[in-house]
């Protein structure tokens, strides 16, 4: 019937029912809702595991669906949304585990208690006078019994031993002193053992059978559930992370050969660049000598060409003073005075 309904729902919707008013306020449930349990839609709710056991979480609040968990796991939205769930579903089983751990903590020290019978109390004169009848009775018939026997009278000799036996319980329920109920089941919880995987007590070296019943009951495979999801879960977190740091690693290592390229790089330009200034400082003083070479000898060619210059007009200079003092010398001396008169009186 729940099959042939989910069929009808699948083919013409959940809303196939309602007449045209109800359809107008009905919405139609997606797995996103959040009514829709997503510990459900992505692994196990917790609530369904231990129906009818002793830790049952009773009803899940929250919407279970095939069908939603088909459109969940054929959406394309599926594998950002599982780490949402599955995070959610973690930090409630972690509450599941902490809670299990300290019930078996607390078993575990229950039966770590040394369990110490007290010694009976001396017993009464009452009883001790039944006790003291009883065996008097049974040392009675067994001699009877044994005198029986002798006589092979077998029917008659069984019938008194069961007389035997039936005094003998009677007194050891006279010698048996009552204990109070909480040295009982001390007593009793040291003969038993305490399940690490759901919490329960066991009694120690029980049948095979028990065992086995309980290793497959719901509370034992329920918890063994939560537990192994828990560790694949931070076993997968942990890995997670490993490959997160492994990746850092290796940017980080990247840059520092990056970073070791371009400083290498700036070396080699930097170089480069002190060899061209070298070269160019080089070209510099070697012009720059030159012009000083092409100046100083300008310079002492100017030097030597005033030298000569004025060494010529020294010359001249001293030559004309001596065609000077020549003259002087000449217009100064008698015989070229009178002659010069007598020239200049000649009739010619």
Known sequence: MDAQRALLDELMGSARNLTEEERRGHKEITWDDKEVCGFYMVKFCPHDLFVNTRSDLGPCPKIHDPKLKESFESSPRHDSYVPKFEAELAHFCEKLVMDLDRRVKRGRERLAQEVEVPPPPPVPVEKSEQLSVLEEKIKNLLESVEALGEAGKVDEAEALMRKVDLLN??????????????????????????????????????????????????QHIGYGMVRDFLAEYKEAKEKAREEERLAREKE????????????????????????????????????????????????????????????????????????????????????????????SRSPY
């Open 252 to 343: 980080a290592e990247e840059r520092r050969k990056q970073r070791e390229k371009e400083v290498e790089g700036r070396r080699r330009s930097g170089s480069a660049d002190r060899d061209k200034n070298r070269h160019r400082e080089c070209d510099r003083r070697d012009r720059e000598r030159s012009r000083d070479r092409n100046s100083r000898g300008s310079r002492d060619m100017g030097r030597a060409s005033e030298r000569r210059h004025n060494s010529f007009r020294n010359g001249g200079d001293r030559s004309r003073d001596r065609y000077r003092e020549r003259d002087r010398s000449r217009s100064h001396s008698p015989a070229r005075h009178g002659g010069r008169r007598r020239s």
């Open 169 to 218: 319980m009677e007194k050891t329920a006279l010698t048996l002193q009552p204990q109070s109920d909480k040295v009982l089941m001390l007593a009793q919880e040291k003969k038993m053992a305490l399940c690490e995987t759901c919490g329960s007590f066991l009694i120690a070296n029980d049948a095979l059978e028990r065992t086995q019943s309980h290793v497959t009951g719901k």
